[in-house]
């Protein structure tokens, strides 16, 4: 069964470093991989999703992540980052084959201070 | 367009009471999903509804019932409820013919005491 590994459960940063969450998934079958991301007290928003095409996806925040099949990895990236990006952020995959459930990590709390 | 939405907000029961939460979507989507968030234990899928009218276990579907009313609504039923269902229950909803993307309602907090 499919399954996902995000390797940090928290992750604190000051603001405007750099940061990076890191995701592994099991299973190297054709899969759909999504990030999302949770504010204090709200559901979970989209942030980005790899379908297929070109490895490297970005969001409109700033964000991006890199699909690596080799490694199984789907790891979160920004170059500078804001208070405002403080929340919980969750990794998931989706086989293709099994059709749309998602299996998600459990989750990186990213912590920006000043 | 609400999206997804879900009712109630915050509930709180007592150990052997049942109670129903509610989801519905606007989106005519065609699959619908129930997740538990527990800390530390991200997401977990206690049932799906690909279509209207099928329904399936997922990860930890023990002590839930789940009814696709129709293809709008997608209710999520603890019978006799247990502390160890405590959690915040997501629903959430996608249309498989676009992006594969899941739409998720506010989330409801259950406390059973």
């Known amino acids: 069964a499919q399954s996902v590994t995000q390797l940090d459960s928290q992750v604190p940063v000051f603001e405007e470093a750099p940061v990076e969450l890191r995701c592994n998934y099991s299973s190297s079958v054709s899969v759909y991989l999504f990030w999302y991301v949770q504010y204090p007290n709200q559901g979970l928003q989209l942030l980005l999703k790899y379908l297929s095409g070109s490895t490297l996806v970005e969001s409109i925040n700033g964000f991006e992540a890199e699909f690596n099949k080799s490694q199984t990895s789907f790891h979160l990236r920004k170059p500078s980052v804001h208070i405002s990006d403080t929340a919980e952020y969750f990794c998931?995959?989706?086989?293709?084959?099994?059709?749309?459930?998602?299996?998600f990590g459990k989750g990186t709390t990213l912590s920006v201070s000043s | 367009n609400a999206g997804v939405t879900q009712t109630p907000k915050f509930q709180v029961l007592k150990t052997g009471q049942s109670m129903t939460l509610q989801c519905a979507q606007d989106m005519n989507h065609n699959s619908m999903y129930w997740y538990r968030q527990d800390p530390g234990m991200g997401l977990r899928l206690i049932y799906y509804?690909?279509?209207?009218?099928?329904?399936d276990k997922g990860e930890v579907p023990n002590g839930y019932n789940v009814s696709r009313l129709n293809k709008r609504e997608f209710s999520l039923r603890l019978e006799s409820a247990a502390p160890s269902q405590t959690s915040v229950y997501f629903c959430a909803s996608i249309s498989a013919a676009s992006t594969y993307e899941q739409y998720f309602g506010p989330g409801t907090r259950l406390t059973v005491t």
């Open positions: 998931a995959v989706s086989d293709r084959q099994a059709g749309t459930a998602l299996i």
């Open positions: 509804s690909a279509s209207e009218g099928t329904t």
